[in-house]
């Protein structure tokens, strides 16, 4: 099934640049002046740069495309109950056939989180060592997905900063021209375009980002744990039943 595209997140960006547009429009501002190639350079630039000294290509790379997988809504919800359900049913089959049913779904699974856990579980490991190895495997998992929004984090704290840089150097050009009077009211007012481009990156972007990139993640940690319960389940050799009904799968 093909996923939904995200709208909110292209309209709240477009509701917020007009915001600022229409706050310049009515203040007798021409819209012309917000754009500053110099400002945009310095303070898109600086950031870029920050970013990449922090996490290094590959972890901007992780990040923009975290972001371009945001265009999509989450809508894993009904997959993931299915999941559950299967792994739960594997307790009646290991009735069956022994530990091999777990085995082999271990063998071919691409979640490294099952494939350890049932392998434990066919084993026969205690239930506390299972515990203890799915709790380890899950904290990892929880640090490596927040990487993606700590990076729009810093992204957010680098741009302001950088566009104070800007409004210095504006400054400092400003300094240059005291001889011309006409010209400082311009230079001033130019040289704090790359502040309102800063602050305006980091909260309406940045910042914003990084905060569905959190949410989306932690709603993906809670599955997660649930995989883990269900592993947890079946190493206690409860009922198919009983896990079912543990997580409300009976809809």
Known sequence: MKSKIDWTIWLGVLIGLFAIAGGAWFEGLNLTFLWHPTAALIVGGGT???????????????????IWKLRHKDDEDESHQIELARLAWLSRSAQKNGVRA??????????????????????????????????????????????????WEAAGGFAPTFGI????????????????PEALGFGIATAFVATIYGIGFANLLFFPLASRLRARHELRMKRREEIASVILSLSTR???????????MMK
């Open 238 to 248: 409860e009922t198919p039943r009983a896990i079912i009904n543990q997580f409300n």
């Open 165 to 180: 840089l800007g409004a210095v150097i504006g400054l400092i050009g400003v300094l240059r021209v005291l001889d011309k």
């Open 102 to 151: 777990y085995e082999n779904v271990a063998e071919t699974t691409l979640d490294p989180l099952v494939s350890q856990g049932l392998l434990m579980v066919a084993e026969r490991a205690d239930h506390d060592q299972i515990k203890e190895a799915l709790t380890r495997r899950l904290d990892l998992e929880h640090e490596q997905g927040l990487e993606d929004s700590s990076t």
């Open 48 to 66: 870029l740069g920050a970013v990449i000294v922090r996490r290094g290509g590959f972890g901007l790379t992780n990040a923009v495309g975290a």
